[in-house]
């Protein structure tokens, strides 16, 4: 039998800051305690790694915002949030030269709509 193994990444932006977490899938390995799963995970960040954000702002409906990682970082992922009454996040993806991300939204009966950025850079 064989065993498949994937790994993820996942980005959690919360209310109170943001978390990077790696998460697997059930392996043939035994269980690691919490301190050395975490050793494992710090290791397996790229070299200057960074949580860039694009704070909220209130835009016209389906106008991009962009945020660019600093220096020569380029973007390993990222996201966008959509905020206010009845708001619809449209688009979320990197920029064409890898160096930053974009979002834009809309929101419904109103002619702007708010939107936040957050991207994922590395060396």
């Not at 660019?68 to 990222?78: A, E």
Request: glycine fraction near 12%.
């Amino acid at each position: 039998m064989r065993v498949k193994r994937t790994t993820a990444l996942t980005l959690a932006v919360l209310a109170t800051g943001a978390c990077l977490a790696t998460t697997g899938a059930a392996s043939a390995q035994p269980a690691r305690s919490p301190a050395q799963a975490h050793a494992k995970q710090s290791t397996a960040l790229p070299p200057g790694w960074q949580l860039v954000t694009l704070p909220n702002a209130n835009v016209p409906n389906f106008q991009r915002r962009t945020l660019y990682c600093p220096g020569s970082k380029r973007v390993l992922g990222g996201g966008a949030e959509a905020r206010g009454n009845r708001a619809i996040l449209v688009g979320s993806f990197p920029t064409d030269d890898g160096r930053g991300w974009i979002g834009l939204g809309r929101q419904d009966g109103y002619n702007d709509v708010g939107i936040s950025v957050f991207a994922i850079c590395a060396d």
